[in-house]
Nanobody, 122 residues
Framework: QVQLVESGGGLVQPGGSLRLSCAVS????????MGWHRQAPGKQRELVAGITNEGSTNYEDSVKGRFTISRDSAKNTVFLQMNSLKPEDTAAYYCYAQRVRRSRYEAGSDYWGQGTQVTVSS
C-alpha cells in the first residue's frame, strides 16, 4: 500500500524558515513527479512547487526565489525549503506524488498526503 507521510510544518515568525518533507512508503518502481499544493481557509488549493523524476522544477510565482523544492528519488522523498516566509504563506500544505507505479507493468496512480499546517505569524 502506498502512503505519503509529511512532516515539518509549524508556527514561524515572518521572515523565518521551515523545511517540509514528504516520504512515499511502499514498494515503488517509479514516481513521475512529486510536489506540494497548499490551501488557505476560504481559498482554492494551488500548486506551490513541483519536481519531475528528471529534476525539472516549477514554482508558483509568489514563492519563486523564496522556496526551493528538491527530491531524493532513491528514497522517494521530496523536500520543500521555505525561506523568507510571509503571513500569506499560511496554509495547509499537501504533498502529492504523480503516477506512482509499483512495477513497470502498472499504469500508475496519483496520491496525496494528509496535509501539514504552516502558520506564519508574529
Amino acid at each position: 500500500q502506498v502512503q505519503l507521510v509529511e512532516s515539518g510544518g509549524g508556527l514561524v515568525q515572518p521572515g523565518g524558515s521551515l523545511r517540509l518533507s514528504c516520504a512515499v512508503s511502499g514498494s515503488i518502481f517509479r514516481i513521475d513527479a512529486m510536489g506540494w499544493h497548499r490551501q488557505a481557509p476560504g481559498k482554492q488549493r494551488e500548486l506551490v512547487a513541483g519536481i519531475t523524476n528528471e529534476g525539472s522544477t516549477n514554482y508558483e510565482d509568489s514563492v519563486k526565489g523564496r522556496f526551493t523544492i528538491s527530491r531524493d528519488s532513491a528514497k522517494n522523498t521530496v523536500f520543500l525549503q521555505m525561506n523568507s516566509l510571509k503571513p500569506e504563506d499560511t496554509a495547509a500544505y499537501y504533498c502529492y506524488a504523480q503516477r506512482v507505479r509499483r512495477s513497470r507493468y502498472e499504469a500508475g496512480s496519483d496520491y496525496w498526503g494528509q496535509g501539514t499546517q504552516v502558520t506564519v505569524s508574529s
